[in-house]
């Protein structure tokens, strides 16, 4: 059983945490990077014409930076990012939609500065079909990550 660790970080928050979480078991890393790398003012969310904004409302794909190689033979990946209006980034939906989820295990951690996990996992279905969704949880540090 082959495991993959991705994740979106935009301040660093969740990278400590997908970092720390590959370590203790051992997976595979890799970072969803956008193509167009966020500045602070593109995330500050109170600003209504903010990028995040634009992007969320507006149902954008965000390019994203690389591939996984070899995605078919990992059989659970974990997926962590903040959350952004009750959901995934779109940056993360652009990820998971560039893959054949068939057979995979997903979980799903979120950080977040006040919001809670909500319905995160079930928005985040549609871009991972295929794939069974295990697991969603928002989490501070990668012992509160629920590991299969």
């Known amino acids: 059983m082959k495991n993959l660790v991705t994740y979106f970080s935009a301040e660093g928050t969740t990278a400590k945490v997908a970092k720390e979480l590959a370590e203790k078991i051992s997976a595979d890393?890799?970072?969803i990077v956008p193509q167009e790398p966020y500045?602070?003012?593109d995330i500050r969310w109170i600003n209504p014409i903010?990028?995040?904004n634009k992007e969320k409302f507006?149902?954008?794909?965000?390019p994203v930076v690389g591939t996984v190689a070899d995605f078919a033979e990992y059989d659970t990946v974990y997926i962590g990012f903040p959350i952004w209006y009750g959901a995934a980034p779109n940056?993360?939906?652009?990820?998971c939609q560039g893959y054949d989820w068939s057979g995979k295990k997903?979980?799903?951690f979120a950080t977040s500065g006040g919001s809670g996990i909500g319905k995160t996992g079930e928005k985040l279905a549609p871009f991972v079909k295929g794939g069974e969704i295990v697991g969603a949880k928002l989490v501070k540090t990668a012992a509160e990550v629920e590991i299969l």
């Open 58 to 62: 507006g149902k954008k794909d965000v």
């Open 39 to 41: 500045t602070k003012a």
């Open 29 to 31: 890393v890799f970072e």
């Open 91 to 95: 940056v993360v939906n652009t990820f």
């Open 106 to 108: 997903i979980v799903v």
């Open 50 to 52: 903010a990028r995040c």
